[in-house]
C-alpha cells in the first residue's frame, strides 16, 4: 500500500509540474497584445513606437511626439490623462521624461516636482488601477555630444525611483535593455528589437 501511495503520489507531481510548464510556455507565446488588453500605456514620441511597429495596439497606446510632464507639453499630457481616466485601464504605465531632460535644462528636481503632481491625480482617479512608471532610457553618445543635459539622465531616473517610493507605485528600469543596436540615427529614438523586449519587460513587472 505504502509503495502504491509513494507511486502514485509521484505520477501526481509529474502530472502538475508538466501542467505548470505549460502554463508557462501558453503565458510566453501569449501575444503582447492580449496580456495588454486592459493596459494602457501613455508617453512620448519612443513609445509611439509601441504601435508603430505593431508591437500593440494602438487602442492600448496614448503617445505624441514632444509629450511630457513639463510646461509646455500641458495640452498633449492633459490629453493622456483624459484618455486613462476614460478607459479606466486595470494596469497604467507612465513613459515620460525623454523631453523633459531638455524642457527642464536638466534639472532632475524640476522634473521630479511637474511628474509628482501627475501620479496624484492618477492616483486619485483611478484607485483600481495599478500605475507603473517606466525609466528615461539612457542616449548613445551622438546625442548627448549634441545636448549635453542627457548626460543627466541618469540623475533623472535616480531621482525618479525615490518619487515611485514615495507615491507607492512601480517603478520600471529598462536601462539595461538598451543595446547599441536598437538606437536609432538621432541616438535617443529606438529601433524594432527594443520594444519587443521593453514590453516583455513591463509584462514580466506587472505580472501579466
Known amino acids: 500500500m505504502d509503495e502504491m501511495d509513494v507511486s502514485e503520489a509521484d505520477k501526481k507531481i509529474k502530472e502538475l509540474e508538466t501542467q505548470e510548464r505549460e502554463t508557462e510556455q501558453d503565458a510566453e507565446e501569449q501575444p503582447a497584445s492580449e496580456k495588454f488588453a486592459d493596459c494602457l500605456v501613455l508617453g512620448d514620441s519612443i513609445t509611439q ?5 505593431g508591437v500593440l495596439d494602438q487602442a492600448n497606446v496614448q503617445a505624441d511626439r514632444g509629450a511630457g510632464v513639463s510646461a509646455g507639453d500641458n495640452e498633449k499630457l492633459a490629453d493622456h ?7 479606466k485601464p486595470s494596469v497604467l504605465f507612465l513613459s515620460y521624461g525623454m523631453n523633459d531632460v531638455g524642457a527642464q ?9 511637474a511628474y509628482r503632481p ?7 482617479s483611478l484607485p483600481d488601477t495599478k500605475i507603473y512608471v517606466n525609466s ?3 542616449t ?26 514615495k507615491e507607492k507605485v512601480t517603478f ?9 543596436e536598437h538606437y536609432a540615427g538621432d541616438g535617443i529614438h529606438m529601433s524594432t ?15 501579466l
Open 49 to 53: 513606437g509601441l504601435y508603430e511597429y
Open 81 to 87: 490623462i483624459a484618455r486613462a481616466k476614460e478607459m
Open 105 to 113: 535644462n536638466g534639472d532632475a528636481d524640476g522634473f521630479i516636482k
Open 118 to 124: 501627475v501620479i496624484r491625480d492618477l492616483k486619485k
Open 136 to 138: 528615461i532610457l539612457p
Open 140 to 165: 548613445a553618445q551622438i546625442a548627448i555630444d549634441q545636448n549635453s543635459v542627457y548626460a543627466k539622465i541618469p540623475e533623472f531616473n535616480q531621482k525618479l525611483k525615490k518619487l515611485c517610493e
Open 172 to 180: 520600471i528600469d529598462n536601462t539595461e535593455l538598451v543595446k547599441q
Open 193 to 207: 528589437g527594443y520594444y519587443k523586449e521593453w514590453v516583455n519587460h513591463m509584462a514580466e513587472v506587472a505580472e
